[in-house]
T-cell receptor, first 108, second 118 residues
């Protein structure tokens, strides 16, 4: 079993819709959770971090964490074409484990 | 802003050559990391360093070595490049780790080096 698994995608959503990305992890002791966005040909860029159970909102992005279920998700509200990218889930402390990524395409 | 730079964006080398990839960060971060990224395999950790002259193997260290002589600089070395080392190489840095559940574990990436080994 991989340490971090993401819904495989690709995920295609219409402009203005909500994109929902899911991630599960195997290390129950993990305390730090991150979402990175990676545009094609570019390096990953940190967009969200979450450390406590519940929701964390930042603009159009909401991260949700449920440690009991070992599940973290990212919601992108009012999706824009500029949100088209691969989203990477990363888990753990100082030595991160990354999921394979979910590619999101927002169609106009 | 954290700035992580890598010596080359694109690099083409021949099989058997010794290859040096350099990474420099300007935010006084203790931790530095080298990853490779391949389609379908995601980001895989090659080596990381939590202090000057300290290094630890990641998940795929075979065929690679590293050097950290100064805090801001972390080098990845391919002793004898092979075609299966053709990949995107990404360097990252973060503050001193070990603080569970804190922003100290946020990693910041350089622009990447796309290495082709012929």
């Amino acid at each position: 079993q991989k340490e971090v698994e993401q819904n495989s995608g690709p995920l295609s959503v219409p402009e203005g819709a909500i994109a929902s990305l899911n991630c599960t992890y195997s290390d129950r002791g993990s305390q730090s959770f991150f979402w990175y966005r990676q545009y094609s040909g570019k390096s990953p860029e940190l967009i969200m971090s979450i450390y406590s159970n519940g929701d964390k909102e930042d603009g159009r992005f909401t991260a949700q964490l449920n440690k009991a279920s070992q599940y973290v998700s990212l919601l992108i509200r009012d999706s824009q074409p500029s949100d088209s990218a691969t989203y990477l889930c990363a888990v753990n402390d100082y030595k991160l484990s990354f999921g394979a990524g979910t590619t999101v395409t927002v169609r106009a | 802003d954290v700035k992580v730079t890598q010596s080359s964006r694109y690099l083409v080398k021949r099989t058997g050559e010794k290859v040096f990839l350099e990474c420099v960060q300007d935010m006084d971060h203790e931790n530095m990391f080298w990853y490779r990224q391949d389609p379908g395999l995601g980001l895989r950790l090659i080596y990381f360093s939590y202090d000057v002259k300290m290094k630890e193997k990641g998940d795929i260290p075979e065929g690679y070595s590293v050097s950290r002589e100064k805090k801001e600089r972390f080098s990845l070395i391919l002793e004898s490049a092979s075609t299966n080392q053709t990949s995107m190489y990404l360097c990252a840095s973060s503050l001193k780790g070990g603080l569970a559940g804190s922003s100290y574990n946020e990693q910041f990436f350089g622009p990447g080096t796309r290495l082709t080994v012929l």
